[in-house]
């Protein structure tokens, strides 16, 4: 009898943390998995094209092209789901990455901040139709830097 009550107090102590649903949800992509695809604009004696693979993994990877007179500049990038947010880590010239953490989303709008850092502090995406997106990225009231849009249009992969 005693075996069985020490198991039976064993067993109410456990079984609540054990079956208790984590309250904190997983981050996922889904908030930004419609910036997946192939994205291109041009102007201003430049073209610049930025791809973004399908959510997978917690991982969507991203890199940019920017040919212009000047040369070529590219960026990798990733978006990535983590215990506390989604960030979107930005590497360009394959630099080390920064970090923008997901701040607001709604359908087809996603903003990522990092107000540590000097330029960009924002950066901005949006979905303005489904062969249309937005990308911006802003500073702040004392940023020497101005803020710069840019209006892509979906392009079908080479590949296809």
Not at 20 to 36: E, G, H, Q, R, Y
Not at 84 to 95: E, S, W
Request: proline share 7%; aromatic share 10%.
């Amino acid at each position: 009898m005693p075996t069985l009550l020490l198991a039976g107090l064993f067993w109410l102590l456990v079984s609540p943390v054990a079956a208790a649903p984590d309250a904190t949800p997983t981050p996922d992509l889904k908030a930004v998995s419609f910036m997946a695809g192939n994205w291109h604009t041009e102007g201003g004696n430049q073209t610049i094209e930025e791809q973004w693979m399908e959510p997978a993994g917690k991982l969507m990877l991203g890199m940019s092209r920017t040919v212009s007179q000047r040369g070529a500049f590219f960026e990798f990038l990733r978006l990535e789901a983590r215990g506390d947010g989604v960030y979107y880590v930005a590497q360009p010239g394959g630099r080390p990455p920064t970090d923008f953490k997901l701040v607001r989303h709604s359908a087809g709008e996603a903003v990522f901040e990092n107000l540590a850092h000097d330029f960009p502090k924002r950066i901005i995406y949006r979905l303005d139709s489904p062969v249309d997106l937005t990308a911006r990225v802003e500073g702040d009231a004392g940023s020497t830097e101005q803020s710069q849009e840019f209006k892509y249009k979906r392009k079908k992969a080479q590949c296809e």
